[in-house]
């Protein structure tokens, strides 16, 4: 299956003049893969397109719950962020995969905790239930990292609901003086992050829902749901938006129909 990077323009008032153009590539779902050998592909796509930063939407890795692991488990995603944490300045939002490994503690030779020091020594900034402002201070753009309870993902009939309000327990209010970007792993609840304030949601886990059918989209999402409504790209409500990857790699079911691995380029635009 191919590689393809899927750009998107983000336009809003609330984009500072100063960061119009400001370029963001968004990398989820790499679930310890490689694109092309040693993930080669990938970099000299991102080295060709000259972003500003990367946005990391979660499940770089694959967490092998109950197995021994060592630091070859996760040796693409460690490997893959230390070299583009040479060049880029990185924000690592957690997955449902990172936050297994973090509780975790048991059948481990390499711990998460190590992975997130190696990483936040190279400069990596890791993003779970904390916010960052891109660009100029004052004049930037915000971004928040959700981490979600395990139970959030929960699958088959049984999904919780998730509202602002617990949104707002766990990574404190939404800024309404900058835009705000949501780093929410699962696009399950785009109705909650948009009452929590989120002027754009970037979002992952579905994997485009696997399968794709022509005029029908996305065949199942990692909920075990057939035909997800948030599979694949933009979604609206209102002056709420959220962009959702299809991902870069695999697990569990190696399967990827009509569904090549994508890395998004956000171009911000200011919005007179």
């Not at 719950?65 to 070299?83: H, I, K, T, V």
């Not at 970007?181 to 009452?195: E, G, K, M």
């Not at 199942?220 to 870069?248: C, H, N, W």
């Amino acid at each position: 299956m191919g590689f393809k990077v899927v750009p998107y323009i983000v336009e809003s008032e609330k984009i500072p003049e100063n960061m119009d153009g400001y370029r963001m590539a968004v990398l989820a779902d790499l679930h310890d893969c490689a694109v092309g050998k040693e993930n080669q592909r990938l970099l000299s796509a991102l080295r060709q397109e000259q972003p500003d930063g990367l946005l990391v939407a979660g499940d770089m890795i694959t967490e092998h719950m109950g197995r021994l692991s060592s630091w070859l488990a996760y040796r693409q995603a460690r490997a893959l962020l230390l070299e583009l944490a040479q060049d880029f300045p990185v924000y690592y939002a957690m997955g449902n995969h990172e936050t297994r490994w973090k509780k975790e503690r048991d059948g481990h030779t390499y711990t998460f905790e190590r992975y997130r020091r190696e990483l936040e020594a190279a400069g990596v900034v890791f993003l779970d239930n904390l916010s960052a402002v891109l660009g100029n201070g004052r004049q930037g753009i915000r971004v928040t990292g959700l981490e979600l309870p395990l139970l959030y993902y929960r699958k088959g009939l049984r999904i919780p609901k998730l509202t602002g309000a617990a949104i707002r327990k766990l990574a404190g209010p939404a800024d309404e003086e900058h835009f705000q970007i949501l780093l929410a792993h699962t696009p399950q609840f785009f109705q909650a992050y948009a009452d929590w304030g989120a002027d754009l949601v970037l979002a992952g886990h579905f994997h485009g829902g696997l399968i794709r059918l022509p005029l029908v989209g996305g065949l199942v999402s990692t909920y075990y749901r057939p035909f997800p409504r948030y599979d694949r790209g933009r979604f609206q409500k209102g002056e709420r938006q959220m962009i959702v990857s299809a991902g870069l790699g695999t697990h569990t079911i190696p399967l990827r129909l009509n569904n090549p691995p994508e890395l998004l380029m956000l171009t911000f635009r200011h919005r007179g």
